[in-house]
């Protein structure tokens, strides 16, 4: 059980376009879903935190106007990457929670691998 | 403000063996979760271990078990009978009780000899 899925696996762009990146709980109603950004050879950074039907809330220095979440249902969340630049490439990866807040509950994805060129 | 340090940014460990990785924690809260996850070269984040700091039994999951000292805000994870498959980059965490995010230390990689 608890089964989160993304998709794509993995996606290139041109500098530009946009991308979007669903997040997906296959088993279970997401509550809360968790928006990471991994650059290689680094930690997990917490981009945003969305609950359903609510706005996302992001962390400090995550531009919400570049980085689009929608939570409209309990099973499915999208990031999407709107006028992707070559340093939006990176490996994002998300998680999902059937608790309200959940941060200490979150199955992860299998993360999407973004390549603007 | 919760911090989570890794000192070893790589490992290495004879298959069979058993190895030790580092971590620790701060925090000013008494109620926190801590963690150890393991991301192998699939990038799949997984839950190894998962300790609630008001428990003082060290979580144990099959090979793998945790060394929790609360005073010295310690959480070391130690991985018995190593095999190839355990060859991955392991970050430790921790989410204060109610907090609203998880932070991850910066991750220790590990790998395992033939």
């Known amino acids: 059980g608890a089964v989160v899925s993304q998709h794509p696996s993995r996606v290139i762009c041109k500098s530009g376009t946009s991308v979007k990146i669903e997040c997906r709980s296959l088993?279970?109603?997401?509550?809360?879903m968790f928006w990471y950004r991994q650059f290689p050879k680094q930690s997990l950074m917490l981009m945003a935190t969305?609950?359903?039907?609510?706005?996302?809330?992001?962390e400090q220095g995550v531009e919400k106007d570049k980085f689009l979440i929608n939570h409209a249902s309990l099973t499915l969340s999208t990031l999407t990457v709107t006028s992707a630049h070559p340093e939006d490439s990176s490996f994002y990866i998300c998680?999902?929670?059937?608790?309200?807040?959940?941060?200490?509950?979150?199955?992860f994805g299998p993360g999407t691998r973004l390549l603007v060129l | 403000a919760q911090t989570v340090t890794q000192s070893q940014p790589e490992m290495s460990v004879q298959e069979a063996e058993t190895v030790t990785l580092s971590c620790t924690y701060d925090?000013?809260?008494?109620?926190?979760?801590l963690f150890w996850y393991k991301q192998p070269p699939s990038r799949q984040m997984i839950l190894v271990i998962r300790?609630?700091?008001?428990?003082?039994q060290n979580a144990t999951e099959n090979r793998f078990s945790v060394n929790f000292q609360k005073a010295a805000k310690s959480f070391s994870l130690k991985i018995s009978d190593s095999q190839l498959g355990d060859a991955a980059m392991y970050f430790c965490?921790?989410?204060?009780?109610?907090?609203?995010?998880?932070?991850f230390g910066k991750g220790t990689r590990l790998h395992i000899l033939p």
């Open positions: 998680s999902a929670s059937p608790f309200s807040g959940g941060t200490e509950t979150q199955y």
């Open positions: 088993d279970f109603q997401a509550t809360t």
């Open positions: 969305s609950n359903e039907g609510s706005k996302a809330t992001y």
């Open positions: 925090t000013s809260e008494s109620d926190y979760y």
């Open positions: 300790q609630e700091a008001y428990k003082q």
């Open positions: 965490a921790s989410v204060d009780l109610g907090d609203d995010k998880i932070i």
